[in-house]
């Protein structure tokens, strides 16, 4: 498919400013779901980083209608960043903990972001803005990323990468039995929030890569995929990284020669991956088993 | 030191929401104690755990344990969970799970010291899991996890060791290997655990107490009728039979 030509040509690309700074948002979307999409994935916090990722849709739609109102500097992400923020710190909230199913405020939350972002979406006069379709908010739009998102996104980097090294015992501790990690001296309730901010932070930076609804897949197929064949966090979070890494820039690479949208792209490259991996384990297991036979029947004779 | 009154329980009540679940508990355990509280599911065993490692205020009396509130006291405890609870497909291994015994002696600082790995070693060894160090929490068999758990209790060098169900759904075989275990303990800590399975108060405990709603407790480890109907409410018979180990003293003849 890439032959001597095509491959001079994607050489080339490689030259255009925006092709690099697709490959660098890539790779710190990519480290950043691998550590905070092992965490999301052990707590079985699927459903609320799904919650979280789409309140996002209402702050990016808010952004644009302070646009449209004036304030040409309130950009998008910065929207993202603030309305998910705000999302995580109310799951965390004690009160809201205590008087109401987590379920039903993920719920509430999740379709309240998507009302709303389509509300605000209505509201701008695009003659003032420059446009951007429902779409690309929903499945990226990895083409329009400028410097700025750049920098942002590896500031959250840097951010989400302290912490979690800091308190990673205290994480792993708190994950795995948190009324042990209460007992001993950890404060379960804080760490708790402090990781929904963590997610609500990954997915400000994921969110121009893959698009409101897309999050979700880059935080939960690349951990998946790891948690298959590894007994530690920490490799499973570096595991996940290097999936995360490779699948995104396959998928960058394979949608400008295929001319297909980037997220969708990634994101189906990971279900493949996903599934080669629970095949591969089985045959894995199945020659690990056959193996062992054979040297326990060795070992007899 | 022999003599001193590990956990003093006055006049406890807690429970969920406003509701009791137990009330106005009085235990006292000597140190040294084996003590064994059997009492029916819904009998309110979690809930006294709960209330002794501070995770839940009592609603009236009073906990201490070596005269400190649960809150500070807790540092001498050594919690043994029910493991049959944990996620399978956690990544974590042996000696990481262990390591989170250790948890209070490190703080807030980001990683384990020396002493803290000896500790784990040292409790790993105790309980004969230390050649398993590297293995996945989730390839033991049931027997073996228990094992881990009481590990991570013992490497906080506790003074007491609370038990939770510790032979919930292991064999006969291995049940016995895991009384033995906590014997051998016994020799250095007290020891506390609820269980609802009268079949386990075996020739290990020194005492008994029976738990349903209140506290019932004996001057030893013998069990009597009226414990046991207060705690099971229904007849003692359907019990006694068909025991591994006997708790009833035998009845009295009749003839």
């Not at chain 1, 923020?85 to 109401?100: C, I, Q, S």
């Not at chain 1, 089985?282 to 326990?296: D, E, F, K, P």
């Amino acid at each position: 498919m890439i032959d001597g030509h095509n491959m001079l040509e994607f050489i080339d690309y490689l030259q255009l400013p925006f092709v690099q700074r697709m490959i660098i948002a890539g790779l710190l979307s990519a480290l950043a779901c691998g550590v905070i999409g092992t965490i999301v994935v052990v707590r079985r916090n699927v459903f609320i980083a799904g919650g979280i990722s789409h309140t996002a849709f209402g702050g990016i739609g808010m952004a644009y209608y302070l646009q449209d109102m004036g304030y040409a500097w309130f950009d998008p992400m910065l929207g993202a960043v603030l309305v998910t923020t705000g999302a995580a710190l109310l799951l965390g909230f004690e009160p809201v903990r205590k008087r109401f199913r987590e379920d039903s405020t993920i719920g509430v939350l999740w379709v309240i972001g998507m009302a709303a972002g389509i509300l605000f979406h209505n509201m701008v006069n695009w003659n003032n803005v420059t446009y951007v379709s429902p779409e690309s908010i929903l499945f990226g739009d990895i083409l329009l990323i400028n410097a700025l998102h750049l920098r942002i996104m590896a500031a959250l980097l840097l951010l989400i990468y302290s912490f979690t090294l800091f308190f990673f015992k205290d994480i792993e501790a708190a994950c795995f039995d948190e009324e042990f990690a209460r007992i001993s001296g950890v404060r379960v309730s804080l760490l708790n929030t402090a990781l929904l901010v963590l997610i609500a932070l990954t997915v400000t930076i994921l969110v121009k890569v893959a698009g409101v609804v897309l999050v979700l897949a880059m935080l939960t197929i690349p951990a998946a995929i790891t948690n298959l064949f590894t007994k530690r966090l920490s490799t499973m979070m570096i595991g996940a990284t290097v999936t995360g890494i490779a699948s995104t820039l396959l998928g960058i690479i394979l949608s400008i020669e295929l001319d297909l949208p980037p997220g969708a792209v990634i994101v189906i490259l990971m279900g493949v991956l996903f599934l080669l991996s629970l095949s591969g384990r089985s045959v894995y297991y199945r020659m690990r088993t056959m193996l062992q036979g054979n040297s326990s029947a060795a070992a007899k004779e | 030191m022999k003599g001193d009154v590990a956990l003093d329980i006055r006049g406890l009540s807690a429970g969920y929401d406003g509701e009791l679940i137990i009330e106005n508990i009085d235990l006292r355990v000597q140190e040294g104690d084996f003590l064994g509280i059997i009492g029916p599911n819904g009998g309110g065993k979690s809930t006294l755990l709960k209330a002794i490692l501070g995770l839940i205020e009592p609603m009236k009396g009073d906990i201490r344990i070596y005269g400190d509130p649960p809150q500070k006291g807790r540092r001498y405890l050594g919690y043994v969970p029910q493991y049959t609870v944990f996620d399978r497909d956690f990544p974590i291994t042996v000696q990481n799970v262990v390591m989170m015994g250790r948890r209070r002696m490190k703080g807030i600082r980001p990683w384990y010291s020396m002493s803290d790995k000896d500790a784990v070693k040292k409790a790993l060894t105790d309980v004969g899991m230390w050649e398993h160090r590297r293995k996945h929490i989730g390839q033991l068999s049931g027997g073996q996890k228990q094992r881990v758990y009481i590990a991570r209790a013992l490497a906080s060098q506790p003074k007491i060791l609370l038990l939770d169900e510790p032979t919930a759904s292991v064999d006969a075989k291995v049940e016995d290997s895991i009384y033995k275990l906590l014997t051998e303990l016994n020799r250095e800590m007290t020891i506390v655990l609820v269980t609802h399975d009268i079949g386990i108060i075996s020739s290990h405990v020194s005492n008994v107490a029976c738990m349903n709603r209140h506290i019932f407790k004996g001057d030893g480890k013998e069990l009597t009728e009226e414990m046991l109907q207060e705690s099971y409410q229904c007849p003692v018979d359907l019990i006694a039979h068909g025991l591994p180990h006997r708790v009833l003293p035998p009845h009295e003849k009749h003839d």
